[in-house]
């Protein structure tokens, strides 16, 4: 097999499965082979398309599959709000529909805390971890990250969403040269005004303390410089067989502005 440096980027494609909510839109690059399939998990309110880049890099050894989570991106959403088991129980399903097997899982944010909790529901199915960040709050910064995710209607949106794009852009997504890919990126997180809140609310609810002290599985934190900066590192004591890989510098789009480096890294931990 080619090594990650001689082979070309992997095709990505795109398909629908099933779900106990109605459809799954997915993502897939690359070939079933000696290595374990890898799932990825988008943070809310975005989508799998966060992982493009990365998936023609992973995609070049190994058998890449990001999910819409549901309610995201294009896929069906719940009747009612979720939480964080309601997504895991939704992925491991996903994994049995796809015949995948044993899979290791890397969740950027909220999706970090789905792969923790499809660890431990089916730790058999899981086999490393990979999290970007770690939402390890207080009470007290739990209640003001809810606040700070209210709800807005479809006719407030138009005008928050001019408001908040030049600082998206250029300080909370600030990583990545491709303006166009960072604006889908940044439309993505507005669709379904509905239920889009949701996945915050699911993760403002997860104690990801606890769980992480109950998870034996290999976990890698990446610990890049964004708005869970600060917190992540709490979760170092609470891991029983893992570790924090701080990323200074490094912010939201850090995926797509150094996917070769997150590859090595990745592959630094999921194949040793």
Request: glycine fraction near 8%; charged fraction near 20%; proline fraction near 8%.
């Amino acid at each position: 097999m080619p090594t990650s440096g001689q082979a070309s980027l992997a095709t990505i494609t795109r398909a629908y499965g099933k779900g106990r909510f109605g459809q799954i839109h997915y993502r897939v690059a690359g070939s079933h082979g000696s290595r374990s399939p890898l799932l990825l998990l988008h943070p809310s309110p975005i989508s799998g398309y966060v992982f493009e880049n990365l998936m023609g890099d992973m995609g070049r050894d190994r058998f890449a599959v990001a999910p819409d989570t549901p309610g995201f991106g294009m896929s069906d959403p719940p009747p009612s709000p979720p939480e964080i088991k309601d997504y895991a129980e939704v992925m491991l399903d996903f994994v049995a529909e796809q015949g995948l097997g044993m899979i290791d899982v890397m969740g950027y944010h909220t999706g970090a805390l789905t792969a923790v909790e499809m660890a431990r529901q089916n730790p058999d199915v899981v086999r490393k971890i990979v999290m970007i960040s770690a939402t390890v709050f207080t009470q007290d910064e739990t209640e003001a990250f809810r606040k700070q995710y209210v709800p807005k209607t479809a006719d407030e949106r138009p005008a928050a969403m001019a408001a908040r794009w030049p600082s998206f852009k250029n300080e909370f997504w600030a990583m990545g040269d491709n303006l166009n890919r960072k604006f889908n990126i940044f439309l993505d997180g507005q669709r379904n005004p509905d239920w889009s809140f949701w996945g915050h609310r699911a993760a403002f609810n997860y104690n990801i303390a606890r769980a992480l002290q109950e998870t034996n599985h290999p976990i890698l934190i990446l610990n890049p410089e964004d708005d869970l900066w600060t917190y992540t590192p709490r979760a170092a004591p609470l891991l029983k067989n893992g570790r924090v890989h701080d990323l200074p510098g490094w912010t939201h789009g850090f995926l797509d502005a150094e996917t070769a480096k997150v590859g090595t890294i990745l592959r630094g931990f999921l194949d040793h």
